[in-house]
């Protein structure tokens, strides 16, 4: 194994690449992090993986602190550096973990943004006049209701569907395969666009996919994101619509109307359950909007 900080950083993104097979946006993802990672204790004058020691990592932390990074983005660097000395370790038993015992900062949790009933429904009201309106609108109902994530999304393909079962099977994180149910109104609007079909020079078939662009190349997660924008922006709904608000608003829904957070969990495709807990506070929020609203001392009473 190479003693270099830089070089075993190569080695583990490939390992990520060709073994794990993670998605192009998480290779980007990790990479952007460990480089800067290497670059940082480069410029401490440590080179090699057995420099590097709990301190220059507590100081790396700092100084992305420092620079105004969120608690999030910091969490999400410091997990990448711990996940590359697993693996540095699992290949030789020699090498520790420094960044084990680092923390990131805390921060007070978001909650996903979803949409109410309203914004739903005017959302879906579209008439579409154009192939690429159906496509959008198509894109909109399926995330909506199925929960899908923008990169299983994008990477499925027309054999996926199950028209006749009602169900699409997508790859999710880890190359893991789920099936999930799809609503009447979104097989619909998936028929309409596949009835616009072809575009480009495309070949349509089972394997070709379900979304494309407008010449007929499988349609990249940028062009979702933007044409979801144009879309709420469209149908004047509140905030901007983008693939992560639909996904939060299938599964607080859901949650509201079933109270079943395992049956969520599975939908979702969360490996573990306390990332699907956050939809519980949603849950909360709606309930302590309706108990202040209707309970007749939910409130203090103004003071005269």
């Known amino acids: 194994m190479t003693d270099s900080l830089r070089d075993a950083c190569s080695d583990y993104l490939c390992y990520q690449r060709d073994v794990r097979q993670v998605s192009p946006h998480t290779l980007s993802g990790y990479s952007r992090d460990l480089l800067n990672f290497v670059d940082f204790c480069g410029g401490r004058d440590k080179h090699q993986i057995a420099a590097i020691a709990e301190v220059d990592v507590r100081h790396w932390i700092a100084s992305e602190h420092r620079r105004g990074l969120s608690s999030a983005s910091i969490q999400r660097q410091l997990s990448a550096v711990r996940a590359l000395f697993r693996y540095l370790g699992e290949r030789d038993p020699s090498v520790g973990n420094p960044a084990l015992g680092v923390k990131a900062p805390k921060s007070g949790r978001t909650l996903p943004k979803s949409m109410d009933a309203d914004s739903v429904g005017a959302l879906f009201q579209l008439k579409p006049e154009t192939p690429l309106d159906y496509r959008d609108l198509a894109i909109a109902e399926l995330l909506y209701s199925s929960g899908l994530r923008l990169a299983e999304l994008v990477s499925a393909n027309i054999g996926d569907i199950d028209s006749s079962e009602r169900v699409i099977t997508v790859t999710g994180k880890g190359r893991k395969t789920r099936t999930v149910p799809v609503g009447g109104p979104a097989l619909e609007a998936i028929a309409q666009w596949l009835r616009q079909r072809p575009l480009g020079k495309e070949t349509v078939s089972a394997d070709a996919p379900l979304f494309v662009s407008s010449r007929g190349t499988r349609i990249s997660p940028r062009s979702v994101q933007e044409r979801l924008k144009r879309l ?51 849950d909360f929020q709606h309930l302590a909007k309706t108990y202040d609203a209707a309970h007749p001392r939910a409130r203090r009473k103004s003071k005269p």
């Open 232 to 282: 709420g922006a469209t149908t004047q709904i509140p905030g901007k619509l983008h693939p992560h608000m639909l996904r939060h608003s299938f599964a607080s829904h859901l949650l509201e109307s079933s109270g079943d957070l395992r049956a969520v969990q599975e939908l979702l495709g969360h490996a573990d359950i306390s990332t699907t807990q956050i939809y519980t506070h949603l």
